[in-house]
């Protein structure tokens, strides 16, 4: 079956622009999860929607960043003002949403933002 | 300060070798997972471990949880070019993972 995808898997823009990361979970999870990877690092949580919730946002470095589930199943991840520091991968994962302690996140492959 | 410190960063290895890969804390978990990543994908589950002291083996790669259930490691026996990734331990708080910054692993033929 079709796994989690993102789009794009490359997005190259300038310091200041506006760009959307998009993300379709698999059908039927009701949780939906945005990470962060930087070069050599593991990935670093960013926000969690149960439904079309945030359930929590408090990964989110600052206001630049918001994301938004509107109808419960595909989510977009939206950056402002980008700046250099914001280069990164952008994973987001998706899961069942319960039972909490055998809930299994699976990951898309990732969206690259270069901020030149 | 990272709450889940993994070591070593890097390991470069002869295909054959064994190794070993450690994920500490100062913090205690109710589970541990571990994951491996290859370039340009997201990470895969490979095991969760629960109770403290568990081992599960999972074909030449064996997962241990410390009985304090602060610290993990991974074992690989007899690592293949195909082990070739970046290995990432990773806790669950409330629906979000933390992962540590991961043991980049590179098996050479």
């Known amino acids: 079956g079709a796994g989690v995808s993102q789009t794009p898997s490359n997005k190259v823009t300038e310091k200041g622009k506006y760009v959307e990361l998009r993300c379709d979970p698999i059908?039927?999870?009701?949780?939906l999860y945005w990470y962060r990877q930087s070069l050599g690092q593991g990935p670093e949580f960013l926000i969690y929607?149960?439904?079309?919730?945030?359930?929590?946002d408090s990964g989110l470095p600052n206001d630049r960043f918001f994301a938004v589930r509107p109808e419960g199943s595909v989510s977009t991840l939206k950056i402002q003002r980008t700046e250099r520091g914001d280069s990164a991968v952008y994973l987001c994962a998706s899961s069942w949403g319960r039972p909490r302690d055998t809930d299994t996140q699976y990951f898309g492959p990732g969206t690259r933002l270069t901020v030149l | 300060t990272q709450l889940l410190e993994q070591s070593p960063q890097f390991l470069s290895i002869q295909e054959g070798e064994n190794l070993t890969v450690y994920c500490n804390s100062s913090s205690v978990f109710s589970s541990l997972q571990w994951y491996r990543q290859e370039p340009g994908e997201g990470p895969v589950l490979l095991v969760t471990v629960v109770t403290g002291g568990e081992v599960k083996k999972l074909k030449r790669l064996t997962f241990q949880f410390g009985d304090a259930r602060k610290d993990s490691s991974l074992h690989i026996t007899a690592a293949q070019p195909g082990d070739t990734g970046l290995y990432l331990c990773?806790?669950?708080?409330?629906?979000?993972?933390?992962f540590g910054q991961g043991t980049e692993l590179s098996v050479k033929p």
């Open positions: 059908s039927g999870h009701t949780a």
């Open positions: 929607f149960q439904g079309t919730g945030a359930a929590d």
């Open positions: 990773a806790a669950d708080q409330g629906g979000k993972l933390i």
